[in-house]
């Protein structure tokens, strides 16, 4: 990757991309990806497996060179910004030392960099100071994760970047590590993070930014996504009523049918309910609500899902 001036909006992004690709042979992992990231946003990647997330997030962190594009953070190529300790990682499979005790590992991160916390605001704030004296080896998967998370903080870093950062944990932990994550924005750090837990992106994301088959197919606010894939879903009881009477009725796309109860999914709700309580007027408890990010999610993705499971 050659190396270009910079811009003004690169210099003063915390996060720049600009047509970005990756292919490794014929797979186009990452092809043509614009991303420009705000300091002091939090932002949710999302996509199936296979979207290029992983790929992009490597891309940022100096791990993987990309075919075409360019990269900054905060001005810096991502080797540089790395150097530096702007860029801290919680990268999920990323190792811990067996032998070593919570506290040495923090402390050893710690000696990398120049203007590191200290060691012991890092343990506390991810949730593992009574881990300190705790070797590798007798930690669960979710105090792992939580290590990764003290590790990935001890740089002090002005960018965090988070690969499915509450795998393996219980709902507890999970909820306090988002207490965390809270303080760490709340300070005007810039957080990007990718997970599955579609609640997490919905509850924690000032914005999200979708993949498909390497490319971004939405990029916006949870409530901007969600309008991006058009519809609503009726929920109602109608007793008696049989699946192929629910076929016909406008605007439908998709019905599933539990006994009396009725979910459908629709394109023109208004039509729908008209047509539903002509025919069915003794239907009751209805309920009319927006897609969520999870039905966005399935919709965007539908052709890649489809792909993958052919």
Do not use: C
Not at 41 to 64: C, F, H, Q, R
Not at 234 to 256: F, N, S
């Amino acid at each position: 990757m050659n190396e270009k001036p910079i811009s003004g909006v690169a210099a003063g992004a915390a996060v720049y991309l600009a047509g970005v690709r990756k292919y490794y042979g014929d797979v186009h992992a990452v092809d043509g990806v614009d991303l420009i990231i705000a300091p002091g946003e939090v932002v949710a990647l999302l996509g199936p497996n296979g979207a290029g997330k992983s790929t992009t997030v490597d891309v940022m962190l100096g791990l993987t060179r990309p075919d075409a594009g360019d990269v900054r953070v905060f001005g810096k190529t991502p080797h540089d910004a790395v150097a530096a300790g702007t860029i801290g990682a919680m990268l999920q499979e990323g190792a811990l030392l067996d032998d070593a005790t919570v506290g040495e590992m923090v402390a050893m991160v710690a000696s990398l960099h120049r203007k590191p916390m200290p060691v012991e605001d890092a343990l506390r704030r991810a949730g593992v100071e009574e881990l300190a004296g705790r070797r590798g080896s007798k930690l669960s998967g979710g105090q792992k994760q939580r290590v990764r998370f003290a590790i990935a903080l001890v740089s002090d870093p002005d960018l965090l970047i988070l690969d499915e950062p509450t795998a393996a944990m219980d709902v507890g932990s999970r909820r306090e590590f988002w207490g965390s994550m809270r303080g760490f924005a709340d300070a005007g750090r810039t957080v990007l993070f990718a997970t599955h837990y579609l609640e997490e992106a919905e509850e924690f994301a000032d914005r999200v930014v979708l993949m498909r088959s390497g490319t971004v197919v939405a990029d916006g606010s949870v409530a901007e996504v969600r309008a991006l894939a058009s519809g609503r879903t009726l929920r109602a009881v109608v007793p008696g009523v049989a699946e192929q009477a629910l076929h016909g009725l406008p605007g439908v796309t998709e019905l599933i049918v539990r006994g009396d109860q009725i979910a459908l999914s629709s394109k023109d709700s208004d039509a729908t309910l008209r047509a539903l309580l002509s025919r069915h007027p003794q239907a009751r408890d209805i309920e009319i609500t927006a897609i969520g990010l999870e039905g966005a999610f399935l919709t965007l993705t539908a052709d890649e899902l489809e792909g993958a499971a052919r």
